[in-house]
């Protein structure tokens, strides 16, 4: 999950290839009805059952009522996913690919409805995690970072399920942002604000103080009353004290394999797989040595 361009379906695509490179099994998902490019073609996709481009054209909905409609629909057809995830054993890892509305997660009941049909609460008894990634950029603007950070604790309280929340793209801070700076936006906090390099004391008088235009986007973001919602909102996170995140470059095999890690931790993967007895992994062993 999370905002559009946050990096989902690569992420996705990445989490695939490292699974299949350490031959394990897995199932692709795709709930986004306005996908169209994908690096590995979905097991099952919701284009199958409707598309946002049907819906804008027949209802005459914008994107995001389009998209909005398209799940209600998938909620009133929810045998669409439990004919091809009840067949699943536990051996496999279910990824499911979201879009970038983020309303879906943090404000319509939407999507939390469809985790409790698919959880133990449901009746596919599927133990879930949700992924919730932020574009890494946006710790260059402390305002961005903390609307973000806001977001994603709005969809832990959504869903009420087990949460990671992923820093993506950190390889395009690279020559920006120092390995030490960087590891202050693991654990959003008021810190964070005090040495904000956008606030000065010119920027915290208000816009009305100057003279500026108070409908000017400029002077709003400029005046205090902005410095001091965002100061709001970070105490906000700082006192739920429920985020933090982890850091992802999908292009390294090592950062991938790190929040798989979690993710594994998260939904209890190696405890639900079944014990082998020796001769079992002896007997794996010598069928690949003859295989190759």
Same mark, same amino acid.
């Not at 998902?29 to 306005?34: F, G, K, S, V």
């Given at each position: 999950m999370g905002p559009a361009g946050a990096g989902k379906t690569t992420f996705c695509s990445a989490l695939i290839q490292h699974l299949r490179m350490n031959k394990r099994s897995c199932f692709y998902? @795709? *709930?986004?009805? %306005?996908a169209e490019d994908f690096v590995y073609e979905p097991d099952l996709d919701i284009k199958d059952l409707i598309t946002l481009e049907d +819906?804008?054209?027949e209802i005459g909905l914008g994107p995001n009522g389009g998209l909005i409609h398209c799940f209600e629909f998938l909620l009133e057809n929810l045998d669409f996913l439990d004919e091809a995830i009840d067949p699943l054993t536990e051996e496999y890892l279910i990824i499911i690919d979201m879009p970038g509305q983020i309303e879906l997660y943090t404000h319509i009941p939407v999507v939390p409805t469809i985790v409790k049909h698919l959880t133990r609460t449901g009746a596919l008894n599927v133990n879930?995690? %949700?992924a919730y990634l932020l574009e890494a950029t946006s710790v260059i603007d402390r305002a961005k970072y903390f609307a973000g950070t806001l977001s994603a604790m709005s969809a832990m309280i959504m869903l009420e399920m087990p949460h990671l929340n992923i820093l993506s793209k950190v390889d395009l801070l690279k020559g920006t942002i120092s390995k030490k700076e960087m590891k202050r936006f693991i654990d959003p906090d008021t810190s964070l604000l005090e040495d904000d390099p956008a606030d000065t004391e010119e920027?915290? +008088?208000s816009a009305q103080d100057t003279g500026l235009d108070p409908l000017n986007s400029g002077s709003l973001m400029a005046g205090g009353s902005f410095k001091r *919602?965002?100061? %709001? +909102?970070?105490? *906000?996170i700082d006192d739920f004290s429920m985020v933090q995140f982890h850091k992802l470059d999908a292009q390294d095999e090592d950062s991938v394999g790190a929040i798989l890690s979690f993710i594994d931790d998260a939904i209890q993967y190696h405890e639900a797989q079944e014990p082998r007895e020796p001769n079992d992994t @002896?007997? @794996?062993v010598w069928e690949d040595a003859n295989m190759s």
């Open positions: 998902i @795709n *709930l986004d009805p %306005a +819906v804008m054209e879930m995690c %949700a920027t915290l +008088v *919602l965002n100061r %709001a +909102v970070a105490q *906000l @002896n007997e @794996n």
